[in-house]
């Protein structure tokens, strides 16, 4: 069950999560982060960082963002997949 990143990380991209996740799992997108679902450790270090409560676990994302979990993996798969985040 890894961590998710939703909608309110889009645009403020806060980048507070990268510096806590232990595994470098988080990844740039053009309008927000993402968490690599293969690579996420489920440690929750990187939700309570969030100022905008972007980050939620894949079990308790709200209804209205679950579309989110499938965008958070299929992103990794398409075309321009997230990078390295700019710090
Ligand atoms: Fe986005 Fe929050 Fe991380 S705004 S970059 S999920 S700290
Ligand atoms: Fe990383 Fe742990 Fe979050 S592995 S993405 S800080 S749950």
């Known amino acids: 069950m890894p961590y998710i990143i939703t909608e309110a990380c889009i645009g403020v991209k806060d980048r507070a999560c990268v510096d806590v996740c232990p595994v470098d799992c988080i990844y740039e997108g053009e309008d927000q982060l993402f968490i690599h679902p293969d690579e ?5 270090a990187c939700e309570p960082e969030c ?4 980050i939620y676990t894949e079990e308790d994302v709200p209804e209205n963002l679950r579309p989110f979990i499938a965008k958070n993996k299929d992103i990794f798969d398409s075309e321009t997949p997230p990078g390295r985040p700019n710090k």
């Open 40 to 44: 996420c450790i489920d440690c929750g």
């Open 51 to 54: 100022p905008v409560s972007a």
